[in-house]
């Protein structure tokens, strides 16, 4: 089975301040998001970045076969959630945008109003498939790309960059205490035996602080000398797939010319050791995944094609 994730960026009907401007552009983007899932076919697609979820619909409908949506009630001030694509029916087990009870609001802009909860909110389910049990949560923690008052992206001077940059990383741990609270709950002290696996866009790459919150107890990483090594901590450990991935092939977007790896995929003991294959884009090209290079304003890309986002995906050997 094939499980994945990927911002489908910027997923509106025509019309609105956000998606497309006319219908042309819209059918244009929905062809190039369904082929490329057409192509992956996976049994359980997490996505971001859902601004209409009638627009989500209209994606399903052009899929071939019978697929299942479940989408998160958290959305962000411009209306986009999580949520997923699955071939089974997923079971929804939480959906939630709340701060772990210790922690205390985050300040979120130089007005220093508190900010107590996940910008987006994390959903999480389970499918049942008669090969395995999977419990999944994905997410859309706080972009690194920074917006200023009034609707601006660029600072009016670099302490105004320095501080609103601080306080997206503050959201960001925050939102990644979260999640790692959530994946406590998915885990159960069980990662031995349970089939779990945490997955979204991260907004940062695989040694951000932020990213390795979410990995719980240290060492075993994939590729070091304990990852075969038993310990207490592969209970509740979560492992990133991302070594895994060709090298050439280890990012998911583009920013500024620089290749990044910011939409992940982590996984518990049991279902590390039953990954068969890891990558980006698509499972039949031959080349990278072609992505286009973004800058600072997200709304440049207003009603462009596809997404600036390449699905990251993992595929899991079941049965015996």
Not at 2 to 16: A, D, F, K, V
Not at 108 to 131: K, M, N, Q, W, Y
Not at 284 to 295: C, E, H, K, V
Request: aromatic share 6%; proline share 8%.
């Amino acid at each position: 089975m094939l499980l994945g994730t990927w911002n489908l960026e910027n997923l509106y009907r025509p019309g609105g301040p956000f998606g497309p401007k006319d219908k042309a552009a819209y059918e244009t983007k929905l062809a190039a998001l369904a082929a490329v899932i057409t192509e992956l076919d996976p049994t359980l697609l997490g996505v971001q970045e859902v601004g209409d979820p009638d627009a989500l619909a209209d994606l399903v409908g052009m899929l071939d076969g019978s697929w299942h949506i479940a989408l998160s009630a958290h959305p962000d001030e411009r209306g986009i959630r999580v949520g997923f694509l699955s071939r089974a029916l997923p079971r929804v087990l939480a959906d939630t945008n709340a701060f772990p009870g210790k922690l205390r609001p985050v300040q979120g802009d130089d007005a220093g109003d508190p900010v107590s909860r996940a910008g987006r909110g994390f959903l999480a389910v389970e499918i049942a498939t008669p090969a395995l049990t999977l419990k999944v949560a994905v997410c859309h923690l706080k972009s690194k790309l920074l917006s200023y008052p009034g609707g601006r992206f660029q600072p009016r001077d670099e302490g105004e960059r320095a501080r609103y940059g601080a306080y997206a990383l503050y959201r960001r741990a925050a939102e990644a205490a979260a999640l790692r609270a959530l994946a406590d709950e998915l885990l159960a002290g069980e990662g031995r035996t349970r089939d779990v696996a945490v997955l979204g866009d991260l907004n940062d790459e695989v040694q951000a602080a932020t990213t390795q919150i979410l990995l719980g107890p240290p060492g075993s990483e994939i590729g070091t000398p304990g990852y075969e090594q038993p310990d207490r901590g592969d209970a509740t450990r979560l492992w990133d797939v991302a070594p895994l991935i060709p090298a050439d092939r280890r990012y998911s977007r583009i920013n500024s010319g620089r290749r990044e790896l910011i939409d992940h995929i982590l996984v518990s003991h049991r279902l590390v050791h039953r990954i068969g294959e890891a990558d980006t884009g698509l499972p039949a090209s031959g080349d990278t995944f072609r992505l286009p290079s973004i800058g600072a304003d997200p709304g440049e890309r207003r009603g462009a094609p596809g997404s600036d986002h390449a699905p990251v995906w993992v595929r899991v050997r079941v049965g015996a």
